[in-house]
T-cell receptor, first 112, second 114 residues
């Protein structure tokens, strides 16, 4: 069972470059989330989606954009990467409110 | 808005010691509460959960009770093992700003020594 799959797993970008992180889930979940994890700060919510075609801002949305064109995919875009966006990014999905979330393995992004 | 506060780490224990990691929350309504665990180099995995007041979640010897009167969900284990070394996150699921969000605490690193 694949669960939640994130690609790529590692990436190094130069300042100003753009990239897209892909999250795919095969569990038919409605809710999907993008978090970033930084030392001492836990997981902070970047953007989330409550269904196909919908997105909403989380705690730290600046510098990121998202799209949910298909229910199984949630894309996170960085239009112009900055060193402050160096982090580990996690995607998660779940069926509905109150249920557990399933996480991907993470994407380690370094911006130099 | 909703928030989760958990004790700072790292917590360092000897094998077979008793573990408590404190977690308190702020939320409107009746959130669901979770503990997740993250092993080195991996994503988060659900450890246990509780969906209403006085519920006790338990798994792998860990347990936590949903205390609405003290807005707490403290994680406990009677006898820790070296293999329990990981980062533990307390989380809540509740409505904020019109949507149901999943909010995490900062995480507590646990190191267990033989």
């Amino acid at each position: 069972n694949a669960g939640v799959t994130q690609t790529p797993k590692f990436r190094v970008l130069k300042t100003g470059q753009s990239m897209t992180l892909l999250c795919a889930q095969d569990m038919n979940h409605e809710y999907m989330y993008w978090y970033r994890q930084d030392p001492g700060m836990g997981l902070r919510l970047i953007h989330y989606s409550v269904g196909e075609g919908t997105t909403a801002k989380g705690e730290v949305p600046d510098g990121y954009n998202v799209s949910r064109l298909k229910k199984q995919n949630f894309l996170l875009g960085l239009e112009s990467a900055a060193p402050s966006q160096t982090s580990v990014y996690f995607c998660a999905s779940r069926t509905d409110r109150g249920t557990e979330a399933f996480f991907g393995q993470g994407t380690r992004l370094t911006v130099v | 808005g909703n928030s989760v506060t958990q004790m700072e780490g790292p917590v360092t224990l000897s094998e077979e010691a008793f573990l408590t990691i404190n977690c308190t929350y702020t939320a409107t309504g009746y959130p669901s509460l979770f503990w997740y665990v993250q092993y080195p180099g991996e994503g988060l995995q659900l450890l246990l959960k509780a969906t209403k007041a006085d519920d006790k979640g338990s798994n792998k010897g860990f347990e936590a009770t949903y205390r609405k009167e003290t807005t707490s969900f403290h994680l406990e284990k009677g006898s820790v093992q070296v293999s329990d070394s990981a980062v533990y996150f307390c989380a809540l699921s509740g409505f904020s700003g019109g949507y149901n969000k999943l909010i995490f605490g900062a995480g507590t690193r646990l190191a267990v020594h033989p």
